[in-house]
């Protein structure tokens, strides 16, 4: 490497401390650069005066591959050495965690080996007692003002632990003995992960001490393209075990506590608490390592597929593994619901799970030393667990502990990418990157085509910054970066061999156009808990199979509702009542209209947390009598709930094309709420209709010609002043009309926002939702009983959120129906035309449109018995000229061709009593019809509704 390149490499960014790397010509035109070290007291320091011409030889000689300078003093010294291949992660040496000192063959062989790097096994020392272990504090962190304060912190408990330096952006390790009460091995203290503003995606900062089965890298290159330097000169393996500092295991604690404190208040957002773990050493048999997500929710996965017939002893070392393992990863409360319910299926307890029994059996008493993540992965398999075959081997880990240094860039826990080998054979590729997808359970889900969960942070209407996910559809761009994430990518280079690659663009749109794919369909994307068929709720984040639900976050503090307390109906209508109070509380000070008119609001509230449980909800239109009745606050008090944000919100828009691209983009995205927000023209239209009561839509994404079937779960809401609801709609929507009885509603003050509550209570207010959800189907749907009339297509709806109000006393909100056929213009104009048809042509007499066209101007209008009442014949012209013009058929006139397609669309219908049906065919004047009393006036009626 010239100068030139090695004083840029090293002058880029460096710390920002004031100061760049001294870079230091040595023998053999070899250079090394000595990063200067800002003490507490400020001064700046290179090599130190106890660097021996010797030691200076050795880094000469020791540049390239630093066995030969450094192998020997390693042996001496009883430093556990193991070779590291330059750009390496770890050791590849096979069980490198139990090593000892190398032998002087093993140093010989190594340092014939071209870029070979040298590690250090931490842990045991032959040299110190077994209570002694030697110890890396790497100070993983970049952020300028965080990395010079950890630095004076660990500079001020161990002031003369040799600094080891690398990568030029971060301050380095030091290296230390930590001491254990005799007869007890160390226990460490692993710091907190921080995330700055400028962190990459993907990356945390944490001071780390790495111990016994981990290992860190003492002297050789770093993949920077800079020397492993030690700030003295001198380093391990030149220096002797005595001379490290010690530090005891509450101190260590304490160091790294103070290192947290500090990275917190230089500005870094706390990711994952720090934690104390049990350092354990040797084979790869007794590691358990922290599991990345994806691995930790396929183990978890698992553990609903295996048996517990373990007996308590190993059901103790079993539970503590499992948690160990998944929960830093998931978070506490996803690992032990997960555990509680396998102790629930516990043939040593069959009385059932006791939380507080495993609580006792994860937290109290210490791990077995000897069961580790192999043995973990034997007992599922063993009872059950059939996809646990491969886990180890994704893994890496059926060999030894995953080495971890780092201050390696790119350095990672996740286990190693497959090879996706793109050659000639495009359809094998495809099928191999789709089934290590599968396989792995990466974030790839299919709706309408590949997509991708989206994550984005913006601030909402109160300021405060709120996270948002939404389903981005899959584009060539975007599957080669996923490519580069998770696989290896490499294409065929020359004589046989593989080289890197990016994936290129033909593979990537094959895949894109394939049209049929084998990965997860995904229904909706939520950011709170719902209400599965099964009667399950669904809290965990990530992807839920039996649900098809995506859970993009978790909402802190949720506990799923204890049904063990609902031993009878009553005690379930007890806990549902409470829950319902709770509710209620989000609208108390809003006046509504009629009793039926609060329970809509409350069923607005319980739909979207059901509808993953198969249940299809009607729209949601609040209804003021004025502008600031408050209906959008309510709207967002609902939508903050469900997503943790104030509600999507649309208008109608200039025209309905606009206003359906607009709708089924969101359908298309998988957004779980959306508001029609102004309503100021009729609710109607196919497109409403169709995603009302269809559970799939066929939808043509925007920008292509192609179009998609996809399902949805979208819950609809509409707020406006005097809402008018037309033609087929009027059956599939339910108005909440709110009237504050005063002039100026605006300037009304309230003790609350019901938006601002629902973020404050966030967590007790979904859990009651779900309560009244959970406790009525626990019960069998009691409330089902209690309705007087059915509600066509909506009829699981009615099961699970209708006849749950119900049953608690609330008013059956279908009773706001009547009031919205009455204010319905196309069947009020349809009841007129009916009374005018038996006025003129009498019941059940057969009538063609031809019959029925007004007449004109002069011979229409018949003198009335009264004088000034218009005749009969004049009221029916004038009836079909207003019903036409509202159902937008023909130009305004009242012609045969109108008139007998506004009598097809109306047949079978029924108003006020009266049912419009075909009476014959004639083959001189066409379709006849005729007026006749209906059997079944109810206007609640399935046959009195709209139709449809």
């Not at 597929?305 to 160990?324: C, G, M, P, S």
């Not at 208008?651 to 779980?672: D, I, N, Y």
């Amino acid at each position: 490497m010239s100068q030139a390149v090695l004083e840029q490499n090293t002058n880029t960014k460096g710390w920002g401390f004031g100061s760049t790397p001294l870079v230091a010509p040595i023998a053999g035109g070899a250079l090394t650069a000595l990063r200067p070290h800002v003490d507490p007291q400020g001064a700046t320091r290179g090599l130190a005066e106890n660097d021996t011409a010797a030691s200076r030889d050795r880094r000469a000689r020791g540049a390239l591959n630093p066995w030969g300078a450094y192998g020997p003093l390693a042996v001496d010294g009883g430093w556990r050495a193991v070779p590291i291949e330059a750009g390496e992660k770890g050791p590849r040496l096979k069980g490198w965690p139990g090593r000892g000192v190398p032998t002087t063959p093993e140093v010989a062989a190594w340092a014939a080996k071209p870029g070979a790097n040298m590690g250090l096994v931490l842990g045991v020392h032959e040299n110190l007692p077994e209570n002694e272990h030697v110890v890396a504090v790497d100070m993983d962190v970049t952020d300028p003002t965080a990395a010079r304060a950890v630095l004076d912190i660990v500079r001020r408990y161990v002031p003369d632990a040799p600094l080891r330096t690398g990568n030029p952006a971060k301050p380095g390790a030091v290296f230390v003995r930590v001491c254990a009460e005799p007869g007890d091995s160390p226990t460490l203290r692993q710091g907190g992960k921080y995330r700055f503003a400028d962190t990459p995606e993907g990356k945390t900062e944490q001071v780390e001490m790495l111990g016994a089965g981990r290992q860190a890298v003492i002297r050789g290159m770093h993949p920077a393209g800079v020397p492993y330097a030690w700030e003295s000169g001198r380093g391990i393996p030149e220096i002797r075990v005595a001379e490290l500092p010690s530090l005891s295991v509450a101190q260590a604690a304490k160091m790294i506590a103070e290192c947290d404190a500090a990275i917190e208040a230089a500005g870094g957002v706390l990711r994952q608490a720090g934690r104390v773990s049990g350092e354990r050493g040797g084979s790869g048999e007794a590691y358990l390592p922290e599991l990345n997500e994806s691995a930790a929710r396929k183990l978890l996965t698992g553990l609903e597929q295996t048996a517990n017939d373990l007996d308590r002893d190993e059901w103790i070392a079993f539970v503590k593994a499992v948690h160990t393992v998944c929960a830093p990863a998931l978070g506490e409360e996803i690992a032990f619901a997960a555990l509680l319910r396998f102790t629930d299926r516990w043939e040593a307890a069959p009385e059932g799970a006791d939380p507080e029994l495993l609580r006792r059996a994860i937290h109290e008493g210490r791990q077995l030393e000897s069961y580790g993540l192999r043995n973990l992965v034997r007992v599922m398999r063993e009872r059950g667990w059939t996809a646990g075959a491969g886990f180890l081997a994704q893994l890496d880990f059926s060999d030894a502990p995953p080495a971890n240094d780092n201050d390696m860039p790119g350095a990672t826990d996740d286990p190693p990418r497959p090879v996706l080998l793109q050659d000639a054979d495009i359809a094998g590729a495809l099928d191999a990157f789709e089934a290590s997808v599968t396989e792995r359970g990466l974030p790839l889900y299919q709706r309408g085509g590949p997509v991708m969960v989206a994550r984005g942070r913006y601030r909402d209407r109160c300021g405060r910054e709120v996270s948002g996910s939404a389903l981005h559809m899959m584009t060539v761009a975007n599957l080669t970066e996923f490519a580069s994430r998770h696989f290896d990518v490499r294409r065929p280079g020359r004589k046989g061999s593989e080289v890197p690659a990016i994936l290129s663009h033909q593979l990537a749109a094959a895949y894109l156009d394939r049209g049929q794919w084998r990965l997860p369909t995904i229904g909706a994307l939520v950011q709170a808990p719902i209400l599965a068929r099964s009667g399950r709720i669904v809290s965990a984040p990530g992807f839920d199979p039996e649900s098809g639900v995506f859970v993009a976050d978790t909402l802190t503090g949720f506990t799923t509702p204890d049904t063990s307390d609902w031993r009878t109906e009553t005690d379930a209508r007890r806990a549902a009542r409470a829950a319902l109070t709770l509710l209620a509380g989000l609208f108390s000070h809003y006046r509504f209209a009629t009793p039926a008119d609060r329970s809509v609001a409350l069923a607005a509230l319980l739909t979207p947390f059901a509808v993953h449980a198969g249940v299809r909800g009607p729209l949601f239109a609040f209804n003021g009598t004025g502008p600031g009745v408050g209906k959008s606050k309510l709207v967002d008090a609902i939508a903050v709930l469900l997503t943790g944000a104030r509600a999507q919100a649309m208008t109608q828009g200039v025209s309905a094309a606009e206003f359906e691209k607009h709708m089924l983009g969101k359908v298309l995205e998988g957004a779980s709420l959306l508001n029609i927000d102004n309503v100021e023209q009729p609710l109607e239209g196919d497109t409403l209709n169709a995603v009302l009561t269809q559970e799939r839509l066929s939808i043509r994404p925007l920008g292509t010609s192609r179009t998609v079937t996809v399902e949805h779960r979208l819950t609809l809401y509409a707020t406006g002043n005097n809402l008018v609801v037309r033609g087929d709609m009027a059956r599939r929507v339910l108005t909440c009309r709110i009237d504050p009885g005063v002039e100026r509603p605006e300037l009304r003050t309230f003790p609350f926002d019901p938006a601002e509550r629902a973020a404050a209570e966030r967590t007790a207010l979904v859990s009651a939702a779900l309560t009244v959800l959970a406790a009525h189907a626990h019960s069998g749907f009691p409330g089902m009983a209690r309705l007087t009339t059915a509600y066509g297509s909506f009829e699981e709806w009615s099961r699970y959120v209708r006849a749950a109000l119900v049953w608690l006393g609330e008013a059956d909100p279908l009773d706001v129906t009547a009031g919205l056929r009455e204010a319905d213009p196309v069947l009020t104009r349809l009841g007129v035309v009916l009374d005018a048809l038996v006025s003129t042509v009498g019941l059940d007499v057969p009538f063609g449109a031809r019959d029925i066209v007004p007449g004109s101007a002069l011979t229409e209008f018949v003198a009335a018995d009264d004088g000034d009442a218009p005749a009969p014949r004049q009221v029916l012209g004038a009836a079909l000229r207003e019903a036409l013009a509202e159902e937008r058929i023909g130009r305004g006139l009242a012609d045969a061709a109108g008139i007998g397609r506004y009598l097809g669309r109306n047949e079978g219908r029924v108003v006020n009593g009266l049912r419009l049906d075909k009476a014959r065919s004639d083959a001189k004047r066409g379709h006849l019809y005729r007026v006749s009393r209906a059997a079944d006036a109810n206007p609640h009626s399935a046959r009195g509704g709209s139709g449809g």
